[in-house]
């Protein structure tokens, strides 16, 4: 059953007393304790006062970035054995050094006394040729020979005997012939510069030939020696006898928005590494924006191509890339302590002499980078001086 409920009037007007006691008891205490000047601060209607001194400092800060080298690519020349069974295939004479260029023309090394001559062609070389040859092959073999100072010949598609006779020319240049073979010629002549005929001659004979194997093909312009085998090591498919860099190594540097303005294609940059002394470089590329993941942020990738006393450094080298002017110490302050900046620029001095704080000061802003802005002397403020960012 349910007990009828009975009101106690003393009761109620006894707990409201106590809650009322209860509450003017903490408000008396709260105001008897101190306040702390944190607290002092956030009651005053002013806003707290920031200062910054005036410095005597550059104020052209030079960016500074990491990048690594990333190597071009490479080209690996191998033996192709074609020597007879009596015939050892020693590396007889070798005409170039590892760091130099490779130029169309010249002579790279000699296998049991047969040479290899790089040429830069535009079509691969993938077969022999002989006088009547004909194809894309030909002319990319008389263009190189004819840049490489060979006359007397049409650069066309068909190969002659006069053509020939400049390959044998170059062979010669470097101490050696075009090899031979024997052949019984055709009835036909051949075909050499305009309007010329020259007739081999007749029977069974020895005649010259192009062996492709004796060619080492380039096609890039830029050709570097990385590794050249040296005389009386033996040939073999392993290791190579010729590494070419086809392409320059690079450094290549990430850089974020902030940074892309200083480092524009054609901006000079200084290149540091460990053990190795400053170098000057241009950037050459700047590519698309990237969103970047992992460890990669977002932004452009850099390519600065890599200096030449650099190139035998692997790949992945860290570098240090800079770039912007260094500037002697010049008088200087934050950028954000001038006032009226668009017209007639002042400063509110806290600490200087000969004038009270909060003074107006009118400054003569000389130059402003990266943040900080030179005043001129004339202006009558000196390192150490005290000057006001706000209010």
Do not use: C
């Amino acid at each position: 059953m349910r007990l009828p409920w009975v009101v106690r009037p003393w009761m109620l007007a006894a707990f409201a007393a106590i809650v009322v006691l209860i509450g003017a008891i903490g408000f008396v205490v709260g105001a008897a304790l101190p306040r702390s000047a944190a607290v002092e601060g956030l009651g005053d209607d002013e806003p707290a006062l920031v200062t910054a001194a005036v410095e005597s400092r550059a104020i052209v800060d030079r960016t500074v970035v990491q990048g690594k080298v990333t190597a071009g690519d490479t080209l690996e020349i191998g033996h192709a054995a074609r020597e007879g069974a009596d015939v050892v295939p020693y590396v007889t004479s070798v005409g170039v050094t590892a760091g130099q260029p490779l130029q169309n023309g010249s002579f790279v090394l000699a296998v049991a006394g047969r040479p290899m001559i790089a040429l830069r062609v535009d079509a691969p070389l993938y077969r022999s040729l002989r006088v009547g040859d004909e194809g894309a092959d030909v002319r990319a073999f008389e263009a190189a020979l004819a840049a490489a100072g060979g006359t007397d010949f049409d650069v066309d598609e068909r190969l002659t005997w006069y053509t020939m006779g400049a390959a044998e020319q170059l062979w010669e240049s470097h101490g050696y012939t075009l090899p031979t073979e024997t052949v019984t010629p055709a009835s036909d002549p051949e075909t050499g510069a305009a309007g010329a005929v020259e007739t081999p001659p007749a029977g069974s004979v020895e005649q010259r030939y192009i062996n492709v194997h004796e060619i080492v093909q380039l096609f890039t312009d830029t050709t570097t020696v990385m590794n050249v085998a040296a005389v009386g090591s033996l040939a073999s498919s392993e290791p190579p006898l010729v590494v070419l860099r086809t392409a320059p190594s690079t450094v290549t540097v990430r850089i974020t928005v902030l940074e892309e303005q200083a480092f524009p294609v054609g901006a000079e940059v200084t290149l540091s590494t460990s053990g190795e002394g400053d170098e000057v470089a241009v950037v050459s590329a700047v590519g698309e924006f990237t969103a970047g993941g992992g460890e990669v942020p977002p932004g452009r990738d850099v390519t600065i191509p890599l200096p030449g006393s650099w190139a035998d450094l692997p790949d992945g080298t860290v570098v240090r890339v800079s770039v912007g002017e260094e500037s002697e110490p010049v008088l200087a302050i934050p950028l954000t302590a001038i006032r009226s900046a668009d017209s007639d620029p002042y400063v509110v001095v806290e600490d200087v002499s000969g004038h009270a704080p909060g003074d107006r000061l009118a400054v003569v802003v000389v130059e402003t980078a990266g943040g900080w802005a030179q005043i001129d002397e004339s202006s009558g403020l000196a390192p150490g001086d005290t000057i006001r960012l706000s209010p």
